[in-house]
């Protein structure tokens, strides 16, 4: 994979229909980076992978 961009989220959002659980979301992570992500619980650490992921119950703003 290299140094190719696998995700790039850009002032992103993303949350619920109801609530929006992380703002302001800059990452990029590219093909040989490692990444941890961390926060107590209810944080949106899930919520987030799921948006990733395109589950169909997440809302998303952003680039």
């Known amino acids: 994979m290299g140094s190719r961009t696998i995700v790039?989220?850009?002032?992103g959002g993303i949350g619920y229909k109801d609530k929006m659980i992380l703002k302001n979301i800059n990452l990029s992570v590219s093909?040989?980076?490692r990444l941890a992500i961390i926060g107590n619980n209810g944080s949106g650490k899930t919520t987030l992978f799921k948006g990733i992921l395109n589950c169909p119950q997440i809302v998303k703003t952003g680039i």
Do not use: H, L
Not at 8 to 11: A, L, N, V
């Open 8 to 11: 790039s989220i850009s002032s």
């Open 31 to 33: 093909g040989n980076d």
